[in-house]
């Protein structure tokens, strides 16, 4: 695997890692917006916010590009697609998205 792949792939998990993040911070924003404001407009505002967090990050996911393949990574038939959102190697090369872990004889 070269230094380019190891990139890009870390580029893959770091957005994968920050769709998490929109989905688990959503409840607990709106929660403490709603406690510390008590405005309808302020949670609209920060749902929106939250949303377009989302929408856009999902979007950068599922139309990664594969760095060996330069195919979509999590589709299998060429057009961007949620179904293979968990998916841990390239739907076209098998590329895993984690590198495989080095294992040096001397620690065997
Ligand atoms: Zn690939």
Redesign the pocket.
């Known amino acids: 695997m070269t230094l380019e792949e190891t990139t890009e792939l870390r580029k893959i998990r770091r957005e994968r890692g920050w769709a998490w993040f929109w989905v688990l911070s959503c409840v607990p924003a709106v929660w403490l917006v709603e406690r510390a404001i008590h405005s309808n407009a302020a949670t609209i505002a920060i749902m929106l916010i939250w949303a377009t967090g989302f929408v856009r990050n999902v979007a950068r996911v599922i139309f990664s590009r ?6 979509l ?1 999590f589709s299998t038939h060429g057009s961007p697609t949620m179904w293979n959102f968990f998916a841990s190697k ?6 895993p998205l984690k590198a495989a872990r080095v294992m040096y004889p001397s620690l065997e």
């Open positions: 594969c760095p060996r393949c330069r195919g990574f390239c739907m076209r090369c098998d590329l």
